[in-house]
């Protein structure tokens, strides 16, 4: 099953990568973003057997630096009723 | 003083490294790749070295801070063997957990290569003891993620214990408290951005970084 992983900054953390994008879209004339922050997706293929808890480690371990980042773990519709 | 450097696909400062143990300590370090899962026996000192390793992949010093040798690296720091993590080196330290904190992307996101004006903020370490109190020394720097993070609590706590060890004398890269390198709570790990290998020599354009190596050495 495909599980998507959105990994973030945490508020608070400045995200210059976020700011300079902002700044091109304001250059494009695009009016009325508030405010941008860019983040990473990571796409893992992985058996049915791999549980959520052991996704939230590979989160933990690897995937985000939890000093600075949040992460949030997307699961398929089909087995995020499974999980519930 | 037996030492060693670790090497990771990607590291480009590791000779570099090996030049600046050698010619302090007048003998060779071991090269040790990141693939072994053992470190040679007598090491009194390991380099982690600056580069790019893993092609900084998902964050700088991420892929590195898993490596098989990164185990016994994190083993040798617990017995006191002396640790330095220069630039990438740094980064991975953080990121096994060695220091706390984490190395950002620079603030003005550009890749900064110059020379540092650092303050030595602490001369009783094992790092820094033949620097007079209160150095002002000059250390080049380059890189792109040297932005150092840390919570609030963290950053007090460093301060109180004497921990920021090299400070940027401006900001260079929007380092909290424009901090430049730490020192873990035993003391044996030193986590810091400049490149003291690379101002050991007259011809570097300076010398530096040559009593940090003195220090640790002799």
Redo the contacts between chains.
Sequence with gaps: MKVRIFVTLKDG??D??G??IHHALESLDFAGVNDVRAGKLIELDVDSSVTRDEIDRMCH???A?T??ENFEIELPETAQEKAS | MQSAVIVFPGSNCDRDMAVALETVSGKKPQMVWHGDSELPSGLDVIAIPGGFSYGDY??SG?MAS?SSIIKPVIEAAGRGVRILGVCNGFQIL??TGLL???L??????HFVCKDAELEVGNNATLFTSRYPKDAAISIPVAHHDG?Y??DGGILDRLENENRVIFRYLSDMN?SARNIAGIINEAGNVLGMMPHPERAIDKKHGGTDGLALFESLLC
């Design positions: 953390v400045l210059p990568q700011k300079a371990k690897l995937l630096n000093v600075i | 998902l964050r991420a898993r953080t990121e706390p904190g984490a950002m992307r620079n603030s003005n996101i932005n993070f840390a929007g």
